[in-house]
């Protein structure tokens, strides 16, 4: 009788094969060369000068597992990870205190927050750009994870002091968030936070809605006197105040959406 000869198949691992966290557990697998939090990861992003990609989530995240499926598991994408940054994973549930912190960043720099949580952070831990779940490439309106990599690797190259910057005045009102017991530098972090989130919000509410708004009410109000013949007595009334109407809400919209990406307020 003959046997069938057995294969073997060798599952390579990261950093992570060694944690206790279910969640870091999950993906010590993944071809991303992942450190958890410490002093380890830290020291080779100074050593080697690379940006920190800090991703935190929780075993039971619906959307940390499509991020890990989509984006971590691609061979591509962790290449340029590996290759110009540190990747790093946290549990918020066994670190909370950097959730804490490093959502405020997000919440207040894009206006929502949310998990898989995703921080690109100078080698001192200082973050200049985050968000939550982002697709392996552009849909959903949201752009695609490998140019988001690939945009901030090139930025770091060329434009390093300015991101540097960012990241220190970003971090000087997360820290004074953070002191509960200092009093009245705290509560000026908090207020700052909170302003920034709410100022974010508003002008990104003002911007979508006047841009859209106006361009439905120029669609209803056209197809409307379509139906009834454009020599209605209404239409020779309400033109021209629908006209301005309509022009002032797409113009003061899509004439601010550029700044308003360039600001950061989506």
Request: glycine letters at 10%.
């Amino acid at each position: 009788m003959q046997s069938c000869p057995t294969k073997l198949v060798l599952v390579s691992s990261n950093r992570l094969a060694h944690e206790k966290s279910p969640y870091l557990l999950q993906h010590a697998h993944n071809p991303v060369d992942w450190y958890p939090w410490g002093q380890a990861a830290l020291d080779k992003a100074r050593q080697e000068d690379k940006p920190i990609f800090l991703s935190i989530g929780y075993s039971t995240c619906h959307w940390c597992h499509v991020m890990e499926h989509e984006s971590f598991e691609n061979e591509d994408i962790a290449r340029v990870l590996n290759e110009h940054f540190v990747p790093v994973k946290v549990d918020r549930e066994e670190r909370p205190d950097l959730d804490r912190v490093y959502m405020l960043f997000v919440q207040a720099s894009t206006g929502s927050g949310g998990w898989p949580m995703s921080v690109w952070l100078t080698p001192e831990g200082k973050p200049f750009f985050g968000g939550t779940y982002f697709p392996p490439d552009t849909r959903y309106g949201r752009p695609g994870f490998g140019a988001i990599l690939k945009r901030l690797a090139q930025a770091w190259r060329e434009d390093r002091a300015k991101i540097e910057e960012s990241g220190s005045h970003v971090l000087e009102q997360l820290l004074q968030y953070s002191q509960q017991n200092a009093g009245g530098r705290g509560q000026v972090g908090q207020n700052v936070i909170v302003l920034f989130k709410l100022w974010h919000g508003m002008a990104a509410f003002y911007i979508v809605t006047m841009a859209f708004l106006g361009l439905h009410l120029g669609h209803g109000v056209w197809s409307f006197f379509q139906t009834m013949g454009l020599n209605h007595p209404a239409w020779n009334a309400l033109r021209w105040p629908l006209a301005i109407l309509t022009a002032v809400g797409i113009a003061g919209g899509f004439a601010l959406i550029p700044l308003a990406i360039a600001m950061g307020w989506f």
